[in-house]
């Protein structure tokens, strides 16, 4: 099945900074999703983004995908931002929209 | 409009105990998943329902059953607990009928999770 390598594991960030999430794939995808878990446990949608670019707020994120790889950008975090992200890929041919989700990326912005 | 209700958030279970966690959706999503989320991982797909009446097996069924009797519900059975079950637990859903690939529709929705310890 296909793979999904997120980078860094871990990221601490001071309050206001910026940062890049990585997610790189290791096959064709009909579908990808980036997550922000916060910390008490709860699953929230960021972006569908299959390919291009897409902006909400301070977020962003650009999918390469004749490349493979997707990048989350965050912009002035914010304590708020603090959690774990995950990118989540449906390959080509998965069918049912099946998603495959990375280890994701733990997140902590300190004020 | 709740969107995925999960229950129970909470249980512990000793090992050969059995138990159903329950999952009900009202925004009329075709498909549903059942997802386990271990420790600094990242979520698993245990199995997965493209409507009433459907189910099929993702990437760790072993140990689990589900059933879809209707497009709201979407319960998750533990036969004979072993603390290898010991996990988060999300249903998610997703897939407005009528929607086409590529508007988005295929986003999913999570519940707020359920956390189970088997002793």
């Known amino acids: 099945g296909i793979q999904v390598e997120q980078s860094p594991p871990d990221l601490i960030l001071q309050e206001g900074a910026n940062s890049t999430l990585r997610c790189n794939f290791s096959?064709?995808?009909?579908?990808l999703q980036w997550f922000h878990q916060n910390p008490w446990g709860q699953l929230i949608n960021l972006f569908y983004?299959?390919?291009g670019t897409k902006q909400n707020g301070r977020l962003s994120a650009t999918t390469v995908a004749t490349e493979r790889y997707s990048l989350l950008y965050i912009s002035s975090s914010q304590t708020t931002d603090s959690g774990v992200y995950f990118c989540a890929v449906e390959g080509k041919g998965a069918g049912s929209y099946q998603l495959t989700f990375g280890k994701g990326t733990k997140l902590s912005v300190i004020p | 409009n709740a969107g995925v209700t999960q229950t129970p958030k909470f249980r512990i279970l000793k090992i050969g105990q059995s138990m159903t966690l329950q999952c009900t959706q009202d925004?009329?999503?075709?498909?549903m998943y059942w997802y386990r989320q271990d420790p600094g991982m990242g979520l698993k797909l245990i199995y997965y329902?493209?409507?009433?009446?459907?189910?099929d097996k993702g990437e760790v069924p072993n140990g689990y059953n589900v059933s879809r009797s209707t497009t709201e519900d979407f319960p998750l059975r533990l036969e004979l607990a072993a603390p290898s079950q010991t996990s988060v637990y999300f249903c998610?859903?997703?897939?407005?009928?009528?929607?086409?690939?590529?508007?988005?529709?295929?986003?999913?929705?999570f519940g707020a999770g359920s956390r189970l310890t088997v002793l």
């Open positions: 096959d064709s995808v009909n579908n």
């Open positions: 925004m009329n999503h075709n498909y």
């Open positions: 983004i299959p390919s």
């Open positions: 998610a859903s997703s897939w407005l009928k009528g929607f086409r690939v590529g508007t988005g529709a295929n986003v999913l929705t």
């Open positions: 329902s493209v409507g009433a009446g459907i189910t």
